[in-house]
């Protein structure tokens, strides 16, 4: 049989809560526990040591002040207002969105304008002003291209660095294409009449 | 059975004339590109061989006011003129049948008046060498300083060439 208290019953011997049986049967066990009375005694100055430093409660300054204070708010809150009734037909009811409605066309409006002014730029008639740089792609290794206008030729130039020579041995006169001058006559060109078959 | 032969001869002859009309728009040619191949040396000019034309005054003092394509002669190796169709791409071999040079292009749009923006490739050995979108001019061609030949350069001149005139 385990005759040892609890430890609930022994916070309380501590804390001078057990009464009655409770403390008499406590006090024989713990007679022979000298280690006990000593928590006993430290909790004990600590009580009384935290009591002296803490008042056990503090009435507020000037409470009758206080409390009159308190009593007149009460007695002069204004009564609840009631919900206000959902209010009718009112001329702002309609006026903003009507202005957003306007606002959105005039917005609308200003933007298509400005659109009409800008220029359409289509692939075949670019502006003149707009100086239209091509890409060029050389997928040959070391092969690179530079592009300019020359304005003193009157033509766009493109010279071509670093691709393979044709061999002298190939010979264009045997397999030139060059027509009779009668037919460059007849396909035209931009000087008609003179090596019209030049551009 | 006369009635029957009859309406097959119709139905032919109807088939007849709707059949260009089926024909593919793509194919519409709107319209010429010229791209004609000069040899330009400082050496001599017989390199380039017996049956090269010598180029216009007008060409040559053109071709010698740009300092890049600056030759003492100047020799017409070869022309082709080739169709620029709406949809289609167009081979244009100068040096045919050789195959030495050749051009592809293609058109970007719908040529305004004397301007056409093309898609255009470059092939010479049959290897594409540069690829561009060039934009041609009636009175302002495309000259590429090309490979070397023979002591001097071939150029490669891409054009706009004129509708040719009726009756000519």
């Known amino acids: 049989m385990n005759t040892n208290p609890d430890e609930t019953k022994l916070a309380l011997w501590l804390e001078d809560e057990l009464k009655g049986e409770e403390l008499a049967a406590f006090e024989q066990w713990v007679a022979g526990q000298p280690e006990h009375h000593a928590a006993r005694e430290e909790a004990r100055r600590w009580r009384s040591m935290m009591a002296a430093a803490v008042p056990a409660s503090e009435e507020p300054p000037y409470p009758e002040f206080f409390n009159h204070r308190v009593t007149r708010a009460i007695r002069e809150e204004p009564p609840v207002p009631a919900v206000p009734a959902k209010r009718g037909f009112h001329w702002q009811s309609f006026f903003m969105p009507l202005a957003a409605c306007a606002g959105m066309v005039l917005a609308f409006w200003l933007g298509g304008k400005n659109a009409s002014l800008t220029p359409e730029i289509d692939v075949a008639g670019a502006p003149r002003a707009i100086p239209v740089e091509p890409i060029l792609y050389t997928p040959e290794k070391g092969v690179d291209a530079e592009w300019f206008t020359s304005s003193k030729a009157s033509a766009t130039v493109i010279v071509l660095n670093g691709v393979a020579a044709i061999p002298d041995a190939t010979d264009f006169s045997e397999t030139a294409f060059l027509r009779e001058l009668r037919e460059m006559d007849a396909t035209a060109g931009m000087n008609p009449g003179n090596q019209a078959m030049e551009p | 059975m006369k009635r029957r032969a009859c309406i097959i001869a119709c139905l032919a002859a109807a088939c007849a004339c709707l059949a260009p009309a089926a024909e593919d728009p793509g194919k519409t040619e709107i319209g010429k590109i010229r791209v004609t191949v000069y040899h330009a040396t400082d050496g001599d000019p017989q390199a380039a061989g017996g049956k090269a034309q010598p180029v216009s005054k007008e060409t040559a003092e053109r071709l010698r006011r740009e300092e890049r394509l600056r030759f003492k002669h100047y020799r ?54 540069i690829k ?37």
Do not use: H
Request: proline share 9%; hydrophobic share 40%.
């Open chain 2, 76 to 129: 017409l190796l070869g022309s082709d003129t080739q169709p620029l169709l709406r949809s289609y791409e167009s081979w244009a071999e100068p040096l045919k049948p050789s195959g030495e040079v050749m051009v592809r292009f293609e058109a970007q749009g719908q040529p305004a008046g004397q301007s056409a923006m093309l898609d255009l490739e470059l092939w010479l050995a049959r290897k594409k060498i």
């Open chain 2, 132 to 168: 561009t979108d060039a934009r041609l001019q009636g009175d302002r061609p495309l000259f590429m300083l090309g490979p070397e030949w023979r002591g001097g350069r071939l150029i490669i001149a891409v054009a706009l060439a004129p509708e040719s005139k009726p009756g000519s």
